[in-house]
């Protein structure tokens, strides 16, 4: 959990923006809530590196250095991540990429004091993603500090079967886009791989636009929604020193995160469909609970959705308390056999069922 700089700054970031983003996490209460990474992505570098081969900060956007930066985000409780590419450059071409200097730049990272490591990939040189990315994660292993890698490998070669071997995290989609269609798309490529997740490696379906205006209020609830159920990790896009009390309402629900981080780390997938547009996700969290999520994709009409035990998983015969994680609010009763809701359109339900004991 954390939040990288990317869908919202692009390229307009210097050290400023870092430090107020480090200062706004902790003060408006999303640093106690997990999100604990403060994650730089393209362009914090100088356009070349030196002459002797080093990567160094952009003089004008980060005179201070990346270790006073990473100094600064330690004090507030609260860990640096840093941006390459397996690479001659990065995405942007404003900056060099890390092919080729893998145990260098790793070296130069760990020195810093860089927690976190999101490794994209442009300008490749035809060598397969195994042999590049599995190239940073050796020299990350010989840095000397744990550092996170995120592979940015955009899903190609069908990465969940061998990310886990290199890696913490691993994308399974090309970038996210602030739109209703575009952030389903996402999480439906995610689901096909929820087989290869577990705790210590994580299917990736980029990070979170909610906060930044693409979409309705509901609609980043469902976002925010999915992601949980999915352990997706939760990289915060917005600008948080500029956040709306409905933003801050979603990234720091409680219930909600605790089904993302939940010990378990057992990714919940899309179980039932009916008709186009109504679906149920399920997954198993721990304590014999289960998360299980209503989700009206249509555009126009309300519906009843209903999750039948036999499709998220649970006994026949067995009765659950029903927790709506998003009213704050345990629904009266107990429910066998199935859980049925109305869910407005674009819109979800999330609830965790618990077992009630026999």
């Keep these: 959990m954390g939040w990288n700089s990317w869908n919202h700054f692009q390229c307009d970031i210097n050290e400023a923006v870092v430090r107020s983003t480090a200062d706004a996490l902790v003060a408006i209460g999303l640093a106690k809530a997990g999100y604990t990474y403060v994650n730089l992505d ?22 201070s250095g990346i270790k006073a930066l990473a100094d600064y985000v330690h004090s507030k409780g609260l860990k640096l991540g840093i941006y390459s590419s397996a690479g001659t450059r990065t995405c942007s071409n404003r900056m060099p990429g890390s092919l080729g200097y893998e145990e260098r730049d790793a070296k130069m990272f760990a020195s810093w004091g860089v927690d976190y490591l999101k490794y994209d990939n442009c300008y490749r040189d ?15 292993v010989n840095s000397g500090r744990p550092i996170f890698y995120s592979l ?32 389903l798309d996402n999480i439906d ?18 990070m979170l636009e909610v906060g930044n205006g693409g979409m309705a209020y509901n609609e980043y609830v469902v976002h925010f929604s999915l992601w949980a159920i999915a352990k997706a990790p939760l990289v915060i896009g917005c600008d948080v020193t500029r956040v709306s009390n409905e933003t801050l309402g979603i990234l720091s629900n409680a219930e909600v995160i605790a089904i993302s981080q939940d010990r378990l780390g057992v990714q919940g997938q899309k179980v039932s469909k009916y008709g186009n547009d109504l679906e149920v ?8 609970r289960k998360a299980v999520l209503l989700l ?24 659950v308390e029903a927790r709506d994680v998003w009213k704050h609010e345990t629904l009266p009763g107990w429910f066998t ?11 979800c339900k999330l609830f965790v069922l618990t077992p009630v004991p026999s």
């Design 126 to 140: 035809g060598t397969p993603e195994t042999v590049r990315f599995g190239r940073m994660s050796r020299a990350l």
């Design 189 to 206: 490529l995610n689901d096909a791989y929820a087989r290869y997740a577990k705790p210590g490696g994580w299917n990736d379906p980029d």
């Design 281 to 288: 996700w399920a997954g198993q969290l721990s304590g014999h």
């Design 296 to 319: 009206n994709r249509g555009a126009t009409r309300s519906a009843s959705i209903t999750a039948a035990w036999p499709d998220v998983g649970i006994r026949r015969g067995v009765a």
């Design 152 to 183: 940015c490998e955009w899903g190609f070669m069908e990465v969940p079967k061998w990310g886990g071997m290199y890696g913490n995290s691993w994308r399974t989609t090309g970038d996210i886009n602030d739109t209703w269609s575009g952030m």
């Design 337 to 347: 056999g199935s859980l049925t809701a109305v869910v407005g359109p674009h819109s």
């Design 42 to 63: 393209d362009c914090w570098a100088d356009s070349e590196r030196t002459k002797e081969g080093y990567m160094v900060a952009n003089p004008k956007t980060f005179p």
